[in-house]
């Protein structure tokens, strides 16, 4: 939809100068626009896929003639319409597309959702949807991937306490990540994959898959059973807990972004080593994933004071994150089944005593995002 409508344009050597209604300019190079006309030839209608050689084109394009469609010509009232120099081919360029690109900026992938941070004291509760409202409709679906982007979690109720009830209920996401635990997995305490998360210690509040270079966007977690004691759940927005060590302590802020932490899995046939900062910053300087498991570190020794420097860091961020005042607190229930962004959110468990069956699985972050992309 067309959100600003053109109201003049203006030729320069190497761009076209757009001129908004609300009085914005923007300027596109010519071979810019070229690269982008909307027609067949150049972009496949079905496949969205460039069919340009872009690289074989003229180093200097010069338009013939621009105008603004008037409705008659296959284009919108409004779009840009160019002919070319070398060669009779119309570029059309629609007024909406050029709109998205209204001020010029660095690309970047992901769904931009602006971040709710919360401690213990902000958060107003779980965030909740009810299970049959995901299940049966688009609009369930977006609420609930709406709440896990801005808050960094939230609970499906009233799932049945099955594994293929939780498995459906990923399934809307997405396809099930296969990992070294396989896709939908199972566990009790019986330590029948090399982790901790297979007995009853206390989970210290952590991210999953720091040994992997694409660490799971989400997660997804249902006790189907529990009979004991304990095992209460913790979850930590680490973008706010980054928040509060960037204004109190911004020299461990800036080790924790700076220096490569491995993390590695031995154990079940596999060795898996991975290294980034516990603090990841795209190339706009937004932080977009945290990746924290104390458990999964792999050795590593920086010289003297970056070393000293990293643990100083790593035990002020280690306090914040296990400071009751920035957690959520649960005990977890049979029919709550539990999605949260393992690159935002720590999660952990307190120990626990008696029978406790969980199921849970992984969707890759992308796929996450692909799903809420078309929902929005
Ligand atoms: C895990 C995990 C939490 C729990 O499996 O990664 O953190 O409650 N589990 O068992
Ligand atoms: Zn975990």
């Known amino acids: ?157 009233g799932t049945s306490a099955t594994a ?19 896709g939908m997995w199972e566990f009790t305490a019986d330590l029948t994959k090399a982790d901790t998360a297979y007995t009853d210690l206390e989970l210290r509040p952590h991210t999953d898959g720091t040994y992997s270079h694409d660490a799971p966007g989400v997660q997804l977690l249902h006790y189907l059973e529990f009979v004991g004691t304990g095992g209460e759940s913790t979850i930590v927005d680490a973008f706010a807990v980054a928040a509060r060590l960037r204004s109190a302590h911004p020299d461990h802020y800036r080790t924790l972004s700076t220096v490569q932490v491995p993390g590695q899995y031995i154990g079940d046939g596999s060795h898996l080593l991975a290294a980034r900062p516990v603090l990841r910053h795209d190339h706009t300087g937004t932080l977009v994933q945290v990746s924290f498991n104390n458990y999964d570190r792999a050795p590593f020794l920086l010289p003297e004071d970056e070393m000293l420097a990293f643990y100083a860091a790593l035990r002020a961020f280690d306090q914040l994150v296990n400071d009751p005042e920035m957690q959520w607190r649960h005990v977890l229930a049979p029919g709550e089944a539990m999605l949260f962004d393992n690159w935002r959110v720590l999660h952990g468990r307190c120990a626990y005593t008696g029978l406790r069956r969980m199921c849970g699985g992984y969707v890759n972050r992308e796929d996450v995002e692909s799903r809420y992309r078309q929902l929005l």
């Open 1 to 157: 939809m067309t959100t600003h409508d053109i109201t003049a344009l203006r030729t320069h050597s190497a761009s076209l100068e757009v001129e908004w209604s609300d009085g914005l300019f923007s300027r596109y190079p010519w071979i810019w626009l070229r690269d982008h006309a909307h027609d067949a030839d150049t972009l496949h209608p079905v496949t969205q896929q460039r069919q340009l050689f872009t690289a074989g084109l003229p180093e200097t394009l010069a338009p013939m003639a621009v105008a603004l469609g008037v409705g008659d010509t296959g284009s919108g009232v409004g779009d840009v319409l160019i002919r070319w120099e070398h060669d009779d081919a119309p570029s059309v360029l629609p007024a909406a597309f050029l709109a998205r690109y209204r001020h010029p900026r660095v690309a970047r992938a992901g769904v931009e959702v602006t971040p709710v941070l919360w401690d213990a004291a902000t958060l107003d509760g779980a965030p909740t949807v009810a299970f049959a409202d995901v299940m049966a409709s688009d609009e369930g679906i977006r609420e609930w991937l709406g709440a896990t982007s801005r808050f960094g979690f939230c609970l499906a109720v």
């Open 164 to 182: 293929e009830a939780t498995e459906q209920l990923l399934r809307r996401i997405g396809y099930v990540r296969e990992t070294i635990f396989g």
